[in-house]
């Protein structure tokens, strides 16, 4: 179980990114997320909020 625990800790090493997202309202909205590179940090957004609707995204910093 212990390497379990720490085998997660090692994996857990994320950076993190602000985005800017257009709403189905048209509005668009500033969001924080946390992912290992930022091609991952664009498909969890693009998954949240559909394709094309990321209008910026850059890394703010690294773990």
Known sequence: MADLLNHRQEDTDMDEFEAVVR???GSTQ???IQADYSG???AMLE???C???VLRLHR????
């Open 23 to 25: 709403l189905p309202n």
């Open 30 to 32: 500033r969001v924080t």
């Open 40 to 42: 991952r940090a664009r």
């Open 47 to 49: 998954a949240q909020y």
């Open 51 to 53: 394709r094309g609707r």
């Open 60 to 63: 703010l910093r690294t773990s």
